[in-house]
């Protein structure tokens, strides 16, 4: 399922888009927005696949919004003027529309998109994992990570989220499972089901949690028993 969010200042724009969407079953709307500033702030907490963007907006306009994101979704513009195309594909959007938008149109701009993440969706078959480093698609960049820097993987929904030394998190889209199955045993564990634990990089354990600095995790009963096990092997007492 495609997880996008449409952001337009005219309310039955939001509305047609949410109506389409609702009639597309690959596509699921998480959120709607009359300005960039209102979904910047949502942005900042979620993940999403893809954004209905249109252009002319007050404050902050959607060509200006999307520039100003590091790690941005698939973009496709939704706008009434056509002066914006070129430029729209320089910050590589997946398509541009033309309003007012028709089912058809909004249809084939959705296979598009769906293509898109079934050719491009990062797995196990093209994410790099290997033992000293691996590639993490992120928004439109490849970024190269150390293994032995990543301190623990947190799944976040369909989503990753790598938490590296020295560096800010990364989020990519990845199966736990896949990552998991690729990533030394020897090095790394799965902790609970929504955390994998680099076990070179633990310093603490404090009442059954897993400390790295400011976040505790919590190692679930499914897994205690194997966590528990490996600090056997390696405690002195």
Same mark, same amino acid.
């Given at each position: ?6 952001i337009?200042?005219?309310?039955? !724009?939001l ?7 609702d +009639?597309?079953? &690959? ?6 927005f =009359?300005s @960039?500033?209102?979904a910047l702030v949502?942005l900042?907490?979620k993940?999403?696949d893809?954004?209905?963007?249109d252009i002319?907006?007050?404050n902050?306009?959607?060509m ?8 941005a ?8 003027y ?11 959007a997946?398509?541009y529309?033309l309003?007012p938008?028709d089912? !058809? ?8 998109? +769906?293509?898109? &993440?079934e050719?491009f969706?990062?797995d196990e =078959?093209? @994410? ?6 691996l590639?993490l698609?992120?928004?439109?960049k ?14 976040k929904?369909?989503y ?37 634990v ?13 400390v790295?600095?400011?976040v ?7 897994y ?6 490996y600090?056997?092997r390696?405690?002195?007492n």
């Amino acid at each position: 399922m495609i997880k996008c969010i449409a952001i337009d200042d005219e309310p039955l !724009a939001l509305q047609q888009l949410e109506l389409y969407v609702d +009639k597309t079953p &690959f596509i699921e709307l998480v959120g709607t927005f =009359e300005s @960039a500033l209102e979904a910047l702030v949502f942005l900042n907490d979620k993940a999403i696949d893809l954004m209905f963007v249109d252009i002319e907006m007050p404050n902050l306009n959607g060509m200006d919004f999307v520039k100003s994101l590091t790690n941005a979704p698939k973009i496709i513009f939704t706008t009434a003027y056509s002066q914006y195309a070129a430029e729209g594909f320089k910050v590589e959007a997946l398509d541009y529309l033309l309003k007012p938008l028709d089912y !058809a149109t909004f249809l084939k701009s959705a296979n598009k998109a +769906k293509a898109y &993440f079934e050719r491009f969706k990062v797995d196990e =078959e093209n @994410a790099g994992l290997n033992d000293r480093y691996l590639f993490l698609k992120s928004g439109f960049k490849m970024v190269r990570v150390a293994v032995d820097q990543i301190n623990f993987i947190e799944g976040k929904g369909g989503y990753l989220k790598f938490h590296i030394e020295g560096s800010n998190p990364i989020m990519t889209l990845l199966s736990m499972k896949s990552v998991e199955e690729k990533l030394s045993p020897a090095k790394f564990m799965r902790v609970h089901r929504s955390y994998l634990v680099n076990l070179h990089k633990i310093s603490l354990i404090e009442r059954g949690q897993i400390v790295f600095g400011k976040v505790r995790i919590n190692v679930s009963e499914q897994y205690k028993a194997k966590f528990q096990a490996y600090l056997d092997r390696n405690s002195m007492n």
